[in-house]
């Protein structure tokens, strides 16, 4: 089950990045891609070290990519890098 939501994860955020991709100009889409891929290996990195502590960060992750998928590209930036530091926290 966990890694069925860690597969669907490293699926949704880049198309969540693509998304939110073209609205403005301080946030890029490579920056954004590079936030999506700096999340994507929070993680996995969190799967492998705390198997426990992923469950609740797959939830914020799921959450995150409902709540930006539309959204303007600058907020996603932004809670992309929210998100992250809630991660690896």
């Keep these: 089950m966990k890694l069925k939501l860690l597969s669907t994860a490293v699926i949704l955020v880049p198309t969540l990045a693509l998304a939110a991709c073209g609205r403005e100009e301080t946030c890029t889409p490579e920056l954004m891609q590079t936030k999506t891929e700096a999340l994507t290996k929070a993680v996995q990195e969190m799967f492998a070290k705390d198997p426990a ?6 939830g ?18 932004k809670a992309a890098d929210e998100l992250l530091a809630t991660i690896k926290g």
């Design 53 to 58: 502590k992923s469950t609740e960060a797959m």
């Design 60 to 77: 914020k992750l799921q959450k995150f990519t409902e709540k930006y998928a539309t959204a303007d590209q600058s907020q996603a930036c």
